[in-house]
């Protein structure tokens, strides 16, 4: 089992930067694939990044792909999610997941999720 804890959301304006982490316990952190999901209002949960166990590769959305970067230490047992350029149709509840297999499609382990709010 895995418990994974996101921070850093807010409300920003578009054009700005924010950078998500996410926190794990449980299980060894460096067994798992870890990636961001999102959700925006009145749409389906969306897939946005993930990093393999090992940190040797990444996948992205095309929507955020060249503006979102995906990061993980092993030692923290953290992923974090940097946002840059951001637009107002980013807006969403960004969601911390996780699982074994590479890449993230139907991940097990979620968090609670944390809201991100770009303004016009």
């Known amino acids: 089992q895995v418990q994974l804890v996101e921070s850093g959301g807010g409300l920003v304006q578009a054009g700005d930067s924010l950078r998500l982490s996410c926190t794990a316990s449980?299980?060894?952190?460096?067994?798992?694939?870890m990636g961001w999901f999102r959700q925006a209002p009145g749409k389906e949960r969306e897939f946005v990044a993930c990093i393999s166990r090992s940190d040797d590769m990444t996948y992205y959305a095309d929507s955020v792909k060249g503006r979102f970067t995906i990061s993980r230490d092993n030692a923290k047992s953290t992923v974090s999610l940097q946002m840059n350029s951001l637009k107002p149709e980013d807006t969403a509840v960004y969601y911390c997941a996780s699982d074994i297999r590479f890449p993230l499609t139907r991940p097990r382990y979620w968090g609670q999720g944390t809201q991100v709010t770009v303004s016009s």
């Open positions: 449980g299980r060894t952190f460096g067994s798992y694939v």
